[in-house]
C-alpha cells in the first residue's frame, strides 16, 4: 500500500505559478513511477506529466509543455510538479498517482488505468 498526501495549489492570477507536492508513505517510493492529471468541471481526468522512478525519464502533454516540470525527490519521498505561466484553462483539480515501476516497461505512462495509486485531490483555480 502507498499513500499519496498532496499540498499546494490555490488561486493565483493568470501567468502566475503555483507548486504542487505529492508526499508518499508506506512502500518504497523509488519503486514507483509517479504521474500527475487533472479534471476540469465537467471533463474526464487528463494526463499531465509522468516522471520515471529514477527520474531519469519525463513526459508532459502537449498544453503544459514548457510550461510545467515534474520533479521528485526520493529521499523525501516526494513528486513536485511546478506550473509557470498558468492559463485559466489550466484551473482543474489535480491529482497525483504512483504506478509500480516493478510489473512494467513503460516508465511514464499516460494511462491513468496504469496507475495503482492516487492522492486526494488539490483544485487550482486560475484567474483571468
Known amino acids: 500500500q502507498v499513500q499519496l498526501v498532496q499540498s499546494g495549489g490555490g488561486l493565483v492570477q493568470t501567468g502566475g505559478s503555483l507548486r504542487l507536492s505529492c508526499a508518499a508513505s508506506?512502500?518504497?517510493?523509488?519503486?514507483?513511477?509517479m504521474g500527475w492529471f487533472r479534471q476540469a468541471p465537467g471533463w474526464g481526468r487528463e494526463f499531465v506529466a509522468a516522471i520515471s522512478w529514477n527520474g531519469d525519464s519525463t513526459d508532459y502533454s502537449d498544453s503544459v509543455k514548457g510550461r510545467f516540470t515534474i520533479s521528485r525527490d526520493n529521499g523525501k519521498s516526494t513528486v513536485y510538479l511546478q506550473m509557470n505561466s498558468l492559463k485559466p484553462a489550466d484551473t482543474a483539480v489535480y491529482y497525483c498517482?504512483?504506478?509500480?515501476?516493478?510489473?512494467?516497461?513503460?516508465?511514464?505512462?499516460?494511462?491513468?488505468?496504469?496507475?495503482?495509486?492516487w492522492g486526494q485531490g488539490t483544485q487550482v483555480t486560475v484567474s483571468s
Open positions: 508506506g512502500r518504497t517510493f523509488s519503486m514507483y513511477n
Open positions: 498517482a504512483a504506478d509500480w515501476a516493478g510489473d512494467t516497461t513503460e516508465t511514464t505512462p499516460r494511462n491513468e488505468m496504469q496507475y495503482d495509486y
